[in-house]
């Protein structure tokens, strides 16, 4: 079974500059999880998607950040602009269902660095 | 809100067994997951408990207590590959989202 993919692994960009992150969850998972995990810290929800609807987004500082899964599969997350502290690791999880152990699957991340 | 405890780092030698302990404290509990997450690469599961008690899974095994907000990852006969960060988190009652601890980084040396 094919892992969660996500794209491009490593980002550098200068401040006020935008970036774009992709995920491609498992095959069949409903959910979809996007969080940013800074250096040092455990990852924190930024925004959950269920199919293509949003779940939970108290999190994400909408101000910059913005995020869409159109058709309940692949999902985009979006800075515009980046600022220093969006520096972090972005991952992408997904999930089959809301219920039970509902286990996270995780891709590899998108190391972003903001100069 | 939640507010999640564990140790930052921890050390232990090959072979032997180490305890990882981590507190939370939350409104409509509705499970405590553990991961694994080595340098670099994203979290993997490793375990799942809703209920109080035990529950074992190889060398690793993870104890819950609700009434005391409190969780164990047990991990034996350990192996230099299980130097990571080991990530506790928690799950409420109509939340489905995981609210995750910063983790404690074990170094396993020879």
């Known amino acids: 079974e094919a892992g969660v993919a996500q794209s491009p692994r490593y980002k550098i960009i200068e401040k006020r500059q935008s970036v774009a992150f992709w995920c491609n969850p498992i095959?069949?998972?409903?959910?979809l999880y996007w969080y940013q995990q800074i250096l040092g810290q455990g990852p924190k929800l930024l925004i959950q998607?269920?199919?293509?609807?949003?779940?939970?987004d108290s999190q994400l500082p909408k101000d910059r950040f913005s995020a869409e899964r159109l058709k309940g599969v692949d999902s985009t997350l979006k800075i515009q602009p980046a600022k220093l502290e969006d520096s972090a690791v972005y991952l992408c999880?997904?999930?089959?269902?809301?219920?039970?152990?509902?286990?996270?699957?995780f891709g590899p991340g998108t190391r972003l660095t903001v100069l | 809100g939640q507010n999640i405890d564990q140790p930052t780092e921890m050390t232990a030698t090959e072979g032997a067994i180490v305890q990882i302990n981590c507190t939370y404290q939350?409104?409509?509990?509705?499970?405590l997951f553990w991961y694994q997450q080595h340098a670099g690469e994203a979290p993997t599961f490793l375990s799942y408990?809703?209920?109080?008690g035990l529950e074992e899974k190889g060398r690793f095994s993870s104890f819950l207590s609700r009434s005391k907000g409190y969780s164990y990852l047990l991990l034996k006969e350990l192996q230099m590959k299980d130097s990571a960060s080991y990530l506790c988190?928690?799950?409420?009652?109509?939340?489905?989202?995981?609210?995750f601890g910063t983790g404690t980084r074990l170094l396993v040396s020879p």
């Open positions: 988190a928690v799950r409420r009652t109509g939340f489905q989202k995981l609210v």
């Open positions: 998607f269920q199919n293509n609807g949003v779940v939970d």
């Open positions: 095959s069949g998972h409903a959910t």
């Open positions: 939350t409104s409509g509990f509705n499970g």
């Open positions: 408990n809703v209920l109080d």
């Open positions: 999880a997904s999930s089959l269902t809301l219920a039970g152990v509902d286990e996270q699957f």
